[in-house]
Structures are given as C-alpha cells and as structure tokens.
Antibody, heavy 121, light 106 residues
C-alpha cells in the first residue's frame, strides 16, 4: 500500500524558514517523480514544485522560485521542501504527491494527508 | 501558460441525478487531462487520467471525455459520497489545475 507521510509543518513568522519532509513507503520511491502541491484555506490546488526520479531535474512554480527548493533522498525514501523568506500568502496545506512515472508527463496517483504551514506574526 | 477553466462553480443536485462538469483549456492539452475528487479535510484522490481512463478502484459511474480544449467529467448517478469538490489538471507541458467545481446536495 502506497503511503506518503508529511511532517515539518507549523507556525512560522514572516521571513522565516521551514523544511517539510515526506516519507514514502509501499512503492519503489526512486522510480517515480514527486511533487509538492499546496492549498490555501478555502482555496483550490496550486502546484508548487516537482522533481524527477533521480533528483537530477527540479521545477518550481514562479510564485515560489528563488524561495523554495525541492529535493529528495532516495536512500531514505524521503522528499523535502525547503521553504525560506516565507510570506503570509504561503499559508496553506502542503501535500506531497506521487507522480505516475519517472518524469513528465505524469499525473498524481497518490497524495499524502498534508502538512499545514501557517505564516503569521 | 495554459489556463484551465471549470464550470459551473457549484452544481446543486440530488442523489441519483446525473452530474456533468466541464473543464476548458486555453490551448490544446491533447489528452493530458486528469480529474481529482476532494472531500472536506481529505487530500485529493485521482479519478480519471488521460482524459477518459478511470484510476484503479474508481466506480464506473464516473466517466471522462473530451480532447484538445474541452473536457467533461460525468457522474451517471450521484451517490451520497460523491458530493465533493472536483478539480481538473493538465499534466503535459504544465501542471495547472482548474479552480474546481463543488457538487453539493440540493
């Protein structure tokens, strides 16, 4: 059974940093692309960042480029999102999502339960 | 940048009725279109990929159609558990999501 377990969310002040983790199990982690997708309270889904199976290629939405960095450790079966210079509009539930294959094009076939990030003073 | 527009914003129907949800792309996305269902407090769940292929375990009352710029998700007969928000997503050259359609109980 595929499982994705996010951690690292919490309350952070504007301008602060936070690192999210997503521990994967139930599939060959190193064979699939992964992404982070966020959802602000009461809003829709926004893709944030993606990484290929090997970690050799990464992609970030314009809204987070230069502030967020996606990475992965295939030996630990873990996906990361390093977030810095956080702003109030980064407040959201952050979901880890498994890609359907190793690189584009892929849809998201499994999602974690999410990690809540709140940016507020 | 590809923009996906979903309509209507909200669909008010009764259990047993047929639901038709629309997703229109600002330019052709071929068949690289997925549909997700999200219930309150839960993560999204994949329903349909490649515009018309049901994901594993998805009941056959859910069907997807279309190609190019116009797509439809149809729920043939609404069950109580189908009242939720539905999102379309292009997963080819972009990863854009539509803004969602809420299917609510009338």
């Amino acid at each position: 059974e595929v499982q994705l377990l996010e951690s690292g969310g919490g309350l952070v002040q504007p301008g602060g940093s936070l690192r999210l983790s997503c521990a994967a199990s139930g599939f060959t982690f190193s064979s699939y692309a992964m992404s982070w997708v966020r959802q602000a309270p009461g809003e829709g889904l926004e893709w944030v960042a993606a990484i290929t199976d090997s970690g050799g290629d990464t992609y970030h939405a314009d809204s987070v480029k230069g502030r967020f960095t996606i990475s992965r450790d295939n030996s630990k079966k873990t996906l990361y999102l390093q977030m810095s210079s956080l702003r109030a509009d980064d407040t959201a539930m952050y979901y880890c999502a498994k890609g359907s294959r190793e690189s584009r094009p892929y849809y998201f076939d499994f999602w974690g339960q999410g990690a809540l990030v709140t940016v507020s003073s | 940048e590809i923009v996906l527009t979903q309509s209507p914003g909200t669909l008010s129907l009764s259990a047993g009725e047929r639901a038709s949800l629309s997703c229109r792309a600002s330019q052709s996305v071929s068949s690289y279109l997925a549909w997700y269902q999200q219930k309150p407090g839960q993560p999204p769940r994949l329903l349909i990929y490649a515009a018309s292929t049901r994901a594993t375990g998805i009941p056959d009352r859910f069907s997807g159609g279309g190609s190019g710029t116009d797509f439809t998700l149809t729920i043939s007969r609404l069950e109580p558990e189908d009242f939720a928000v539905y999102y379309c997503q292009h997963y080819g050259s972009s990863r854009a999501f539509g803004q969602g359609t809420k299917v609510e109980i009338k």
